[in-house]
Structure formats: C-alpha cells, structure tokens
C-alpha cells in the first residue's frame, strides 16, 4: 500500500521533463503556444509558482526543451561502452546522428516551432542555449585533441571549431527539414559529408586558410 502511494505521489510530482511534455502536446494538439502561465498551469492542476520553479516564460521553456534534446543526446551517446575510444571525428558523427534522431522522434514538434520563421537564424532566441551546449562540447573536444599535441604549430582553435560546429549543425538542421527522403537517408549522408568534410579541413589545412570555414558549408552542394 505504501509503494502504491508513493508511485502516485511520483506520477504527480512537478518536473522539468513533464512540463516540456505537456506544452509540447498542447502546442501539437492546439497548433499554437498557451494564451498564459496560468491557464496553462491551471490545465494541468499545478500552480504558476510550479511552474516558474522550471521556467521563467514560455520562452525560456522553449530554450529549455532545446537544451534538453542536446542533453539527451549526450546521455545516449555516453552509454556507449565505445564511446571514450572514439576519435573527435567518430564522436562529432555519432553526436549528429543520434541528436537527429531525437528531433526525428519529435519531428512534429520541431518543424512547428522553426516553421514559425522564415530563416532558422530568426529562431536564434529559443536555439541560445542549444547554441551554448554545442559549443562547450565541441571545444571540450579540441582541448583534449590540444593536450596530445607536443607541437603548438599543430594546435587547433577552439573558438574557430566550435563556431563551425554551430554553422553545421544550423545547416544540417534546415537539410533535415526540407528532407523527404524515406527514413530521412540523405540527411545521414549530409551529416557524414559535412562532418569529414570540416575535419579534413581542420586536420589538414592551416589555421588561417580554415577561418572562413563557415562560409566554405553554407557554399558547398551536398550531393543526395
């Protein structure tokens, strides 16, 4: 009886994860975001100090279920008992291919909340924290890279790499959504063009020739 009550106490308690659940349905079911904090909070039988408990607005919600894809996608990936042999270039692919995964599971969603804009970079707002969370982790990647270098001429930048992984990922993003292939096939062969591409660039050209490497992705077709 007791482990009963305590599993209904659980199903009720007030997360992070069920409010994103929540406002995701509503925003699938009802083709818009909630008129206000209260009344959304009122639906769901929990009051608005709840709710700011997570989120300031509705807008940082939006941040929040951004960040918590990216999140995701890290556990995911960490689980693997391969995952600290992999080189920088396997981690950036499996990286791509499972966080594309996770907004393919909730592809409904995501094209809602970008389609609302013309340009993905109009959307920069509620992108902010995913922005942030790919950056630590791709420069995180170029430090420890950096710390196996005994040459400094070797070294690599990791403002310049993480700035690229941002262009690529805003890039490989609006690939995906224009994707009609079956099982979305050719955003994974953009994924692993994209990915050697900018580490063949960054491990075999100087420094300064791969400054312009954002503009290089926008530019470059990727084949189908």
Do not use: C
Not at 41 to 63: N, P, Q, T, V
Not at 73 to 79: D, E, N, P, S
């Amino acid at each position: 009886m007791a482990k009963t009550k305590q599993i209904k106490e659980q199903e009720k308690a007030v997360t992070q994860d069920r409010i994103i659940e929540w406002y995701m349905n509503y925003v699938l079911e009802n083709g818009k975001e909630p008129d206000t904090v209260y009344k959304f909070s009122k639906d769901h039988e929990i009051s608005e100090a709840e709710f700011y408990d997570f989120f300031g607005s509705f807008e940082g919600l939006k941040k929040g279920i951004w960040e918590r894809f990216f999140e995701h996608t890290l556990q995911v990936m960490q689980k693997s008992r391969e995952y600290d042999s992999f080189s920088n270039r396997e981690k950036m692919l499996t990286l791509y291919y499972t966080f594309f995964e996770m907004l393919t599971a909730n592809r409904s969603y995501v094209l809602f909340t970008l389609k609302h804009e013309d340009s993905i970079l109009k959307n920069a707002g509620q992108l902010k924290g995913l922005r942030r969370e790919l950056k630590n982790y791709t420069a995180q990647l170029i430090r420890e890279g950096n710390q196996e270098q005994r040459s400094g001429i070797l070294k690599r930048s990791e403002a310049v790499f993480s700035e690229a992984a941002w262009v690529q990922i805003v890039f490989l993003l609006k690939f995906w959504m224009d994707d009609n292939s079956p099982q979305f096939e050719s955003t994974d062969v953009a994924i692993e063009k994209s990915v050697n591409t900018a580490f063949d660039l960054f491990e075999n050209t100087p420094l300064e020739r791969a400054l312009d490497f954002g503009k290089f992705l926008w530019k470059e077709k990727m084949s189908r």
